[in-house]
């Protein structure tokens, strides 16, 4: 019999998932001690670890680790949700691209101010689209934005072919054709690779795109985004994710006239969901099966 314990803002739904599954061979316990499973918020676990005495097996209740990646206890096994949240970030994207390309809040503005001003634009058919990630949540930006009729670039560690994407390539590669991009879109984990990746070389050759960072703070340079934004590099600076969680209210993203600030809310985590995945992992669990979404603590991801 294994014992599970669930931590997280929605735990009173977690036990009502629970309850109603009825899964073999589990009971819901109130001691982390005691539990070989974990159900959980990586921020609200990771402080909780030196108390796992049992644990065995870790399901993140998000996609992002780090927080437990950052732990020093990791003798057990890490699990986190992929495959979810492809239409979400792609609607958080796509929200924006298009209220910024036919100037949906600019024309709210001139409706309060009853001025009849029709604004230039240009379609999205035959703009470029540059992905950083080519995993399940850039294959699924990818699969809208050939919707649109866009052109797609999938950027990955080695420049291996997706599906997908029109062409594929490293990001080194992708900075000397930066100057050919309309829209980036960053879903980029945190790792030692990626850590301030995005920085002033990379923005060098880039004029005037959109820049979309739905992936990890940690990979972004604010300093180089915030000169490469003064100086016409990006028109626009969309940010979902920050260097430091809740951004800091003297922070000059507040009040930069290019840069939209989000509450790390572009794809958020609904219990139905993560309960949906988590049987299934515990299914296979129980069977002896090797679980879905293991996560490499050196990878960090």
Request: aromatic share 10%.
């Amino acid at each position: 019999m294994d014992k599970i314990y669930v931590i997280s803002e929605h735990v009173e739904t977690y036990h009502q998932l629970l309850e109603t599954a009825q899964l073999p061979d589990l009971a819901i316990t109130s001691s982390a001690e005691e539990a070989s499973i974990w159900l959980a918020d990586p921020p609200l676990a990771a402080p909780l670890l030196p108390n796992a005495k049992a644990l065995r097996w870790l399901q993140s209740t998000f996609a992002g680790t780090d927080a437990l990646i950052k732990a020093p206890f990791r003798d057990y096994q890490l699990t986190n949700l992929r495959g979810i949240f492809g239409a979400l970030m792609a609607e958080y994207v796509f929200g924006f691209v298009l209220n910024e390309s036919r100037h949906i809040s600019q024309y709210a503005e001139q409706q309060a101010q009853r001025c009849w001003q029709p604004q230039p634009y240009q379609s999205l058919r035959g703009q470029t689209l540059a992905l950083l990630g080519t995993g399940a949540i850039g294959q699924h930006i990818a699969t809208v934005a050939h919707a649109f009729g866009m052109t797609v670039l999938g950027v990955n560690q080695d420049g291996r072919p997706v599906d997908s994407f029109d062409h594929t390539l490293t990001l080194p590669a992708l900075e000397q054709r930066l100057d050919k991009v309309d829209v980036l879109v960053s879903t980029l984990p945190a790792t030692p690779e990626t850590d301030k990746c995005l920085n002033a070389d990379f923005w060098r050759q880039a004029q005037d795109l959109i820049f979309i960072n739905v992936g990890r703070g940690a990979t972004l340079d604010e300093a180089a985004l915030l000169h490469a934004l003064d100086n016409k590099k990006l028109g626009l600076a969309v940010l979902d994710v920050m260097q430091q969680e809740p951004l800091p209210k003297q922070h000059p993203f507040w009040t930069h006239p290019k840069v939209s600030v989000t509450p790390h809310i572009a794809a958020v985590s609904f219990p139905e969901q993560v309960f949906a995945l988590f049987a299934d992992n515990y299914r296979r669990w129980h069977a002896g099966e090797p679980l879905m979404h293991s996560v490499d603590f050196d990878k960090g991801y």
